[in-house]
């Protein structure tokens, strides 16, 4: 089954977010609740979370890009 991560709303008035750094890579074996990617808001730098055990088959938003609250960034392969 194919799990979308998404860019998270973090508060009021967040429409977007810019990936910094992505923890793991196209084809690693993710675990729950294990960091994924740190992102950038207007207010503070959020670390998200694999919402699932699995593997991440494809990250959608590279490193440096920015991307609306809601818009996939990466999909992940349950296991």
Avoid: Y
Avoid at 41 to 67: D, F, H, M
Wanted: hydrophobic share 50%.
């Amino acid at each position: 089954m194919t799990i979308e991560l998404t860019i998270p709303k973090t508060g009021m008035g967040i429409a977007e977010g810019t990936i910094q750094k992505w923890l793991k890579g196209e084809g690693e074996v993710i675990v729950k609740g294990e960091v994924l990617v740190e992102i950038e808001t207007a207010k503070a730098l959020e670390e998200v979370e694999a919402p699932i055990s699995g593997v991440l088959t494809k990250i959608v938003v590279a490193e440096t890009e920015s991307a609306d609250v809601g818009a996939v960034i990466a999909l992940l392969e349950m296991a």
